[in-house]
Each structure stands twice: as C-alpha cells, then as structure tokens.
C-alpha cells in the first residue's frame, strides 16, 4: 500500500498583496498544517521573529547551504536571498503533516517541478494602484525597494495562469474565507 503523505501548499502574489496576513489565518484555521520558515538574507522586520518567520542568515551563511544543496529551491529576489529548506518539506510530508509555503511566483514554480503534487495558490491584488497603496501604506520598504516590488509585479501577474487557485484579494473576509475553501478541499482530496 502507498504510504500517505502531507500535502504542500504554496500561496504566491506580488509583494503587498496580502499573501502574509492571508497565510497568517490560514494557520490559525488549520492548525495542524506546518509553515515552511524560509531562509533570508534580508533584514528583519519590526514584529519579526527569527525562526517563526524566517531564518535571518548572512549572505555567506546562505551560499554555504545552497553549495551543501539544502534548498527546495532559492531565489535571489530584489537584492537578497531566499530560500525554501528541503529538510523542512520533506520531514513532515512523511510524517503526513502538510506544509504551507509562502513564497514568491516563480519559486512556487520551482517547487512545482521538484515536488509534482504540489499545489499552488495564487493570490492577487484588485489592481496595480490598489497593490502600490497597499505597499506604500504598510511603510516596510525604501522607495528603491518599494519601486522594484511594484516593476516585478508585472512579471508576477504573467505567470498566474501556471498556477492551480486563485483568489482575489479585493475584500480581505472574502479572499480568506476563499483560500480556506479551497485548502480544506486540497486537504480532504486523495493524492
Ligand atoms: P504580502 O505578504 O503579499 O507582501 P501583506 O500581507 O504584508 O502582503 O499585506 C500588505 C498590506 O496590505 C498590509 O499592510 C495588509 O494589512 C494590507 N492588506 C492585506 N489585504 C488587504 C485588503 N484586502 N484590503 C486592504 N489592505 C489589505
Ligand atoms: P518579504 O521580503 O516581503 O518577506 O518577501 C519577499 C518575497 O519573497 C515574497 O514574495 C515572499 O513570498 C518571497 N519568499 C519568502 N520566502 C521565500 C522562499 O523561500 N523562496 C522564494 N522563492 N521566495 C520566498
């Protein structure tokens, strides 16, 4: 018989979407479902804890363990590094936990071609303007940084149509009711 294993979720949208406050509920809904804590060589935002959110490591601390292959996948974003730790995935999916990523469009694609059955959810925004304000209002990013978050959206939003799900994230009660429908029914499905 075939040994049943935890599924893997990944949530995506452009930066300021709402990806993290969706995914945040999400845990609190399921929760029994694990959060995949990525590596970063970014710095840590005011509320951050290391460990819960990410893994703040240094750039060296960070090419060491792509070197030592302990990447799902990685991806140099914006001027830092991120990366999903396989260790993490693959520990729980065999014990038959299921585990939630929150990462970008094109590492979800990456985790897609490593890990076939995975499932991926894209979230995004009502429009361009509404994801700037969004950005703009949350006051984590330099004007550089908010700038390449919103030139990389476009290319983000080309790569949708890859994806599995889909929620718009327009009225925040109804996209998260939205992504709780759909992973309660990716969760009950058979492989
Ligand atoms: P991401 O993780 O996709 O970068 P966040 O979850 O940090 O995005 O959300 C970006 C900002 O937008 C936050 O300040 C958040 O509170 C806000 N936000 C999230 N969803 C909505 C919504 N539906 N309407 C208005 N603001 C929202
Ligand atoms: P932030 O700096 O806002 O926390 O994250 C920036 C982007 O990196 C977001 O789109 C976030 O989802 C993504 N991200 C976080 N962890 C990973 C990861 O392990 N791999 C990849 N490819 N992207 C990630």
Do not use: C
Request: net charge positive; glycine share 4%.
């Amino acid at each position: 018989m075939k040994k049943s294993t935890g599924k893997i979720i990944a949530v995506s949208a452009p930066s300021g979407t709402g990806k993290t406050t969706i995914v945040k509920q999400m845990l609190k809904i399921f929760p029994a479902m694990i959060f995949s804590v990525s590596a970063t060589t970014r710095a840590m935002r005011a509320g951050e804890v290391n460990g819960k959110d990410y893994f703040f490591v240094s750039e060296e601390e960070f090419k060491k363990k792509i070197e030592n292959d302990e990447f799902a996948e990685w991806e140099r974003f914006y001027d830092y590094y991120y990366g999903t730790y396989k260790s993490y995935i693959e520990e729980n999916i065999n014990k038959n936990k299921s585990v939630i990523l929150e990462i970008d469009v094109k590492g979800a694609l990456e985790i897609k071609k490593n890990y076939s059955s995975a499932k991926l959810i894209f979230i995004y925004p009502p429009s361009y303007e509404e994801l700037a304000k969004r950005l703009k209002n949350r006051k984590t990013e330099t004007e550089v940084d908010f700038k390449k978050r919103i030139e990389r959206a476009k290319m983000e939003l080309s790569l949708k149509d890859k994806f599995d799900y889909f929620v718009e994230n327009k009225d925040l009660e109804k996209a998260i009711l939205e992504t709780e429908r759909i992973i309660r029914n990716i969760l009950t499905e058979d492989e």
